[in-house]
């Protein structure tokens, strides 16, 4: 006899992301294609209540795959009311690193792995230049700069320390950082 559907899985599987989440905590798996949605139905809900014990959302990312569901994921970040902390566990690829740039405070781990894609990988951003707009507004560097590696459709990898310089992050864990900040000439997060 089995006791557990696959629906039922589903319910068991948003219940624990809606409980940590109460807690002050979203969990993002690796592979985050199948939840992107669901995580972002789990931010609205938190923030929709009143989060007395847990002020602060600490989004702990170790994220190589998505689908265009990350936006979503991305959008209700954002648009969430308390601070957002990106703790990054070593890997921000592809959709971890839209996830991580979503939130309004980026640390990461020394051996953290980043990966900015090229035009192939855009799916639910409309171009390549909207896709820089929205890095631009994350980060230190241009939108000019973020387009370049956008149109020029080649993997851009890089480490914490490079991420650091970038403005993709704001503190590399165990390192003191002075002096780093987020662009502040774009409309977005912060304003």
């Not at 409980?19 to 938190?46: F, K, N, Q, T, Y």
């Not at 648009?79 to 070593?90: K, N, R, W």
Request: charged share 20%; proline share 4%; with cysteine.
């Amino acid at each position: 006899m089995t006791l557990l559907t696959p629906g039922s899985l589903d319910i068991i599987r948003a219940e624990c992301f809606l409980s940590e989440a109460r807690r002050g905590h979203l969990w993002v798996p690796s592979d985050v294609c199948a939840v992107a949605d669901e995580l972002a139905a789990v931010v609205r809900m938190v923030d929709a209540e009143v989060m007395v014990a847990t002020p602060q959302l600490t989004v702990h990312v170790n994220t190589d795959n998505g689908l265009h569901t990350v936006w979503r994921l991305a959008e209700a970040l954002q648009a969430f009311s308390g601070p957002t902390v990106a703790q990054i566990g070593g890997v921000a690829k592809s959709a971890g690193l839209i996830i991580a740039c979503a939130c309004e405070r980026r640390v990461c781990q020394p051996n953290s792995v980043f990966l900015y894609h090229g035009s192939p990988y855009k799916a639910g951003i409309p171009d390549d230049r909207a896709k820089a707009q929205w890095f631009a507004k994350r980060t230190t560097q241009s939108e000019d700069f973020w387009f370049d590696l956008a149109a020029g459709g080649d993997d851009f990898e890089f480490g914490a320390e490079k991420a650091l310089e970038l403005g993709v992050v704001h503190e590399i864990a165990g390192y003191q950082v002075v002096g780093v900040k987020q662009n502040t000439t774009a409309t977005g997060l912060g304003d």
